[in-house]
């Protein structure tokens, strides 16, 4: 091998390492991404999760909202019943006094 042709390999052998080591850097970064965006992805499936589980609790809420409004509907209806019947009393004994003291007129 002449001095010539040996410099040769010695420069291609230099430059094949040189790219084999900025290869290696290379494949080293995307490592490190890949790995980010696995933690990225487990980060976003957690926040699914936790999302799907304040949907249902939000959900179990509203139908405790439901029901306690239909419980204070009712409880609120109460007293409007009972002013109705007193009213519905007051207005029958006023009307029977009424058509009694007519009858009482009319037949003496």
């Known amino acids: 091998m002449s001095t ?3 410099k040769t390999t010695e420069k291609e052998i230099k430059e094949i390492w040189e790219r084999l ?13 890949i790995d980010s965006l ?6 976003v499936n957690n926040l699914a999760l936790s999302t799907s589980q304040i949907a249902l609790e939000t959900k ?4 405790d909202y439901l029901k306690a409004d239909e419980r204070i509907e009712g409880l609120e209806q109460k007293p409007v019943k009972r ?3 007193v009213i519905t009393a007051i207005l029958t004994a ?13 037949l003496k």
């Open 38 to 43: 696995e933690k990225l992805a487990d980060s």
């Open 83 to 85: 002013y109705e019947t």
């Open 4 to 6: 010539i042709e040996h």
């Open 21 to 33: 080591s900025k290869g290696e850097a290379s494949i080293s970064s995307a490592h490190k991404r």
């Open 60 to 63: 179990a809420l509203r139908e």
């Open 94 to 106: 006023l009307c029977g006094g009424v058509v009694g003291y007519l009858a009482a007129l009319i």
